[in-house]
């Protein structure tokens, strides 16, 4: 199971959004076939490990292993339960089942009912963390939310300052990057009024091989200037003329959208936070001093997972508890 976690993860970039999902064929203990979710609409774990068994007698005797339950629908690709029981394959071993409701025990029940045996629950944990996005989407009915900063030692967010002033850049060359990066990995990104006034933010992923995510940004008032980088139509963006987090939430989720990465200003951070509406944050920590300014947010029921310095920028990852 731990190799089908590790072949899962080369589908990061391609199988959203669609779940993440490794497979590996054992015979007499022996690895004879493995093959993961490559992209989207394109055959499934199951599908390509058991294409890569060169011996396909040994499969009447063989063990697959799957950090997902194989789906029992028809949806862009056959049902991969049909597969497993036609190939002949006796054992069945689960990682965790699938929430998805065209799913969620239905792939488990079709395997026993052909008279598969089937193990449902090893490395459960790992295996729902690998999709956790996935599981937040169609368990809580919204995106998985990573809220991102960055601020002084002291725990300020910006100076205070005029439109027309810069704002304070804190991050180096590596932690821009990674923030890039960061984009990359989310579908949809969110900043609010001041911050799409003041900063005039691109949201992309400039500096990181990747899909720009979806923009997004409020304007009550629909006062925000055609000038910005947001208005300029070089990638998707939604203005939205309402601040209810809630309603937000729900469009992004009946658009599909599986994780969404805010990135500011304090006020907007703050009120997810507030609502209890997040699930891990990245707070990067400058080696300056400002004093005074704007007071960067304060998290709540956070877990801090890692710490990392990159050249004097440190990076704290947290998650979100309740």
């Excluded at 194989?70 to 339960?81: E, F, I, L, W």
């Excluded at 169609?138 to 967010?157: E, N």
């Amino acid at each position: 199971m731990q190799r089908c976690i590790q072949l899962a993860q080369n589908g990061e970039a391609g199988a959203a959004p669609n779940p993440m999902v490794g497979a590996v064929v054992v015979c007499d203990g022996h690895i004879i076939g493995e093959g993961y979710h490559r992209r989207c609409g394109g055959p499934h774990a199951e599908v390509n490990a058991i294409a890569s068994v060169q011996q396909k007698h040994l499969l009447s005797r063989s063990t697959i292993y799957v950090s997902l339950e194989p789906c029992a629908h028809y949806g862009k690709t056959p049902p991969c339960t049909d597969l497993i029981i036609q190939s002949g394959i006796p054992r069945v071993v689960v990682g965790c089942t699938d929430p998805f409701t065209k799913v969620n025990g239905l792939g488990i029940k079709k395997l026993k009912d052909a008279g598969c045996e089937v193990i449902v629950g090893v490395l459960e944990q790992e295996c729902r963390e690998l999709n956790r996005r996935f599981f937040t989407f169609h368990q809580k009915h919204r995106p998985w939310i990573t809220l991102k900063w960055a601020q002084s030692k002291d725990g300020f967010i910006d100076r205070l300052r005029r439109a027309e002033e810069e704002p304070m850049h804190f991050s180096n060359a590596l932690t821009q990057t990674l923030v890039h990066r960061l984009r990359a990995q989310h579908q949809a990104i969110l900043v609010g009024t001041t911050t799409a006034l003041m900063d005039n933010p691109t949201l992309t992923t400039r500096y990181w091989k990747g899909p720009n995510p979806l923009r997004l940004t409020i304007d009550r008032h629909n006062s925000l200037p055609k000038h910005l980088h947001l208005k300029d139509g070089s990638t998707p963006t939604v203005i939205y003329t309402q601040e209810n987090i809630d309603e937000i939430l729900d469009d992004l989720y009946k658009r599909g959208i599986q994780s969404l990465l805010i990135e500011g200003g304090a006020k907007l951070l703050q009120n997810f936070i507030d609502k209890d509406l997040w699930d891990e944050a990245h707070i990067e920590i400058a080696a300056v001093c400002l004093k005074q300014g704007i007071v960067a947010p304060s998290l709540t029921n956070e877990m801090l997972k890692s710490q990392e310095n990159y050249g004097g920028q440190f990076i704290q990852h947290y998650r979100h508890i309740l």
